[in-house]
């Protein structure tokens, strides 16, 4: 496969309803499908402030992000930015810890895929599905940027759909008072059951993990900005109606199902979802949940191949390496192609651990994935403070608020990343990501040293 010279320019093939779903692919999965029983009887209706608190943090986020994308088209990720503000130690363990975070995600996203074809095909091994999607979406990510883009922009459709369809279906149970086999449907049901905060302050922390982890690849908008046909137009557009959009869907599916259901009503085993329209008489509830969840763990894994192949590509422009280097190089569809079959390769790997490890390791890779997305979220936060501070008469998409927006998401990520260091559950996966951290960060100097 022939390959552009040295400093490629990445095909921009990207439209703004391509970053729109993209962003929202990456953040809307199986967590709100099929975890959101369980963040309900962690917190009760006090889920709802959390998402709405991580909301807010992610519209920070998201806005410090768009100002340093939009201050220098010529720089390829967000990752381009934190080198130059924050040094290039802080940019080499932040980029390789989110590639590995997104590697971890697909990971799991593959052996999703194979448990959810196993309901319909129970004889199938759990490891062929998987196999078979993983290919497929290699395909579709090699081939252009734009076929990647339609695929997702369809993948997240589904999902949008699925929610709107919850939320209006479940909106005309509560205005009737639809009876359901625990009660009535109605407002009531938010507040009735033990208050808003049913399992106290504790249980309100606790949930910040999931719901911190449900947001996790809204800042995916940081790696299309290279590859976006009009990136003044439609990154600006992206970023501040992403947010929202997310907040909406998310609170809006787990307020009607609350309202539906006592909190305590709802199954911390199953798809929410299948109870509402099981209850409404849909017979198929069960397939129409899982081919939706199938589809999200599709489109997550979509995600995780372009973030790890631009990442992968990004990390290696121009390395003094000559084996690296062959992975900041371009196919001639302008496709980080070399970066993407090396990523893949890795993630194939879970085919294998499918195969060893127990069911109890995806709650440690997205405790581990959490930590990562907390460090790499406050270095984005950071880099954009110091670039206000040299530059404090810039006017280029100018995020809100600052510095206090960046103090308060800041802020955020530290409870969190508290709070999940002092949980049994959650405390080992943390102190395993920090010992990444400075495991990257050691052979960041000590290749620094040898280069000397």
Not at 278 to 291: E, H, L, S
Not at 347 to 365: D, Y
Request: aromatic share 12%; charged share 10%; with cysteine.
């Amino acid at each position: 496969m022939s390959e552009t010279p040295a400093q490629p320019e990445l095909a921009r093939s990207l439209k703004s309803r391509h970053i729109q779903l993209i962003a929202i692919g990456g953040t809307i999965g199986t967590g709100l499908f099929l975890g959101a029983g369980q963040s309900i009887h962690q917190a009760g209706p006090s889920i709802l402030l959390a998402y709405l608190l991580a909301g807010g943090m992610c519209f920070f986020l998201m806005r410090a992000m768009g100002e340093l994308l939009l201050s220098d088209l010529s720089q390829h990720s967000f990752v381009d930015f934190i080198g130059r503000y924050m040094g290039q130690g802080a940019a080499f363990v932040t980029g390789w810890t989110y590639w590995v975070c997104w590697l971890a995600i697909a990971m799991a996203e593959v052996t999703a895929v194979g448990m959810y074809i196993r309901y319909w095909l129970p004889q199938l091994p759990q490891w062929v599905p998987g196999l078979i999607a993983l290919l497929l979406l290699v395909l579709l990510n090699l081939i252009s940027v734009g076929l990647f883009g339609e695929a997702e922009f369809w993948f997240a459709l589904i999902k949008v759909a699925a929610i709107v369809a919850l939320i209006v279906v479940g909106a005309w149970m509560i205005i009737v008072h639809y009876r359901t086999t625990s009660g009535t449907a109605g407002l009531s049901n938010l507040v009735s059951h033990g208050g808003f905060f049913p399992k106290g302050a504790g249980g309100f922390l606790a949930s910040l993990q999931m719901v911190t982890f449900s947001f996790a690849g809204v800042e995916m908008v940081g790696l299309t900005a290279s590859e976006t046909a009009d990136p003044k137009k439609v990154i600006p557009e992206a970023i501040n109606e992403l947010p929202l959009r997310i907040i909406l869907f998310y609170i809006g599916a787990l307020f009607v199902i609350m309202c539906i259901y006592p909190w305590s009503a709802v199954s911390p085993d199953t798809s929410p979802f299948v109870q509402v329209f099981d209850n409404v008489g849909v017979r198929a509830a069960a397939d129409i949940i899982n081919f939706v969840v199938l589809t999200a763990a599709a489109s997550a894994c979509n995600s995780s191949l372009f973030s790890t192949g631009r990442m992968l590509f990004s990390l290696t422009l121009g390395s003094d390496n000559r084996f690296l280097r062959r992975f900041g190089r371009l196919s001639r569809r302008q496709v980080p192609a070399n970066a993407i079959l090396a990523s893949s390769l890795i993630i194939a790997l879970a085919v294998v651990l499918n195969l060893l490890l127990p069911g109890a390791v995806f709650k440690l890779i997205s405790s581990v994935a959490t930590t990562s997305f907390l460090f790499v979220w406050g270095m984005i936060i950071l880099a954009h403070m110091k670039y206000r501070r040299q530059n404090p008469t810039a006017d280029t998409f100018r995020a809100p608020w600052f510095p206090v927006g960046d103090y308060l998401a800041l802020a955020f990520l530290a409870v969190t990343g508290v709070v999940m260091l002092a949980r049994a559950d959650t405390a080992l996966p943390a102190i395993l990501a920090i010992v990444w951290l400075l495991a990257v960060g050691a052979g960041y100097r000590l290749t620094r040293r040898r280069a000397r």
